[in-house]
T-cell receptor
Framework: GDSVTQMEGPVTLSEEAFLTINCTYT??????LFWYVQYPGEGLQLLLK?????DKGSNKGFEATYRKETTSFHLEKGSVQVSDSAVYFC????????????FGTGTKLQVIP | NAGVTQTPKFQVLKTGQSMTLQCAQD?????MSWYRQDPGMGLRLIHY???????DQGEVPNGYNVSRSTTEDFPLRLLSAAPSQTSVYFC????????????FGEGSRLTVL
């Protein structure tokens, strides 16, 4: 079945540091890929997405490129801020089967001033 | 816009008690789902629905019931709560068909003693 593996956290960075959160996936067919963000005490919200190979999703300074050859969708940001502290989830959507969205286990990011 | 609304936000139950978590969405989404979030396990799908009168099981359906009498509402019932059901529950909805972007409620934190 489909699965998503993301790097374990927590990740602690100083403000303005470079961020990478790794995400790899296993899926049949051609899934869409997502990054969701969960701020403390809130539900998940979509951060960015890519629907086909080589697409780059971007939002709020975050980027991720859909790499089919390495089955990866790593999240990057050039300069993190304290306000980026949250839990980040990588996810995939496969239109086959019952169209399930499969989530990774989440990576907690803490940015310190 | 209200989006996806969940109630209650917090609930404490004793083992064996029953309760219903409410979920309502005002986006006219056909697809609605319930996830549970547990530390180190990401989000796991409990039940989902692709329209009024249609429900199906996800990965972890045991101990939970759902019904979908209207497009807007998708309640989750715990018939006899167990400590293993202590978790944070999220309701999420999306359009059908689409690329899989989910819209989440703020979550309901349930503790079973």
């Amino acid at each position: 079945g489909d699965s998503v593996t993301q790097m374990e956290g927590p990740v602690t960075l100083s403000e303005e540091a470079f961020l990478t959160i790794n995400c790899t996936y296993t899926a049949t067919g051609y899934p869409s890929l997502f990054w969701y963000v969960q701020y403390p005490g809130e539900g998940l919200q979509l951060l960015l997405k890519a629907t086909k190979a080589d697409d780059k999703g971007s939002n709020k300074g975050f980027e991720a490129t859909y790499r089919k050859e390495t089955t990866s969708f790593h999240l990057e940001k050039g300069s993190v801020q304290v306000s980026d502290s949250a839990v980040y989830f990588c996810a995939l959507f496969n239109s086959g089967g019952y169209q399930k969205v499969t989530f990774g286990t989440g990576t907690k990011l803490q940015v310190i001033p | 816009n209200a989006g996806v609304t969940q109630t209650p936000k917090f609930q404490v139950l004793k083992t064996g008690q029953s309760m219903t978590l409410q979920c309502a969405q005002d986006m006219n989404h056909e697809y609605m789902s319930w996830y549970r979030q547990d530390p180190g396990m990401g989000l796991r799908l409990i039940h989902y629905s692709v329209g009024a009168g249609i429900t199906d099981q996800g990965e972890v359906p045991n101990g939970y019931n759902v019904s979908r009498s209207t497009t807007e509402d998708f309640p989750l019932r715990l018939l006899s709560a167990a400590p293993s059901q202590t978790s944070v529950y999220f309701c999420a909805s999306r359009d059908l068909p689409n690329t899989g972007e989910l819209f989440f409620g703020e979550g309901s934190r349930l503790t079973v003693l």
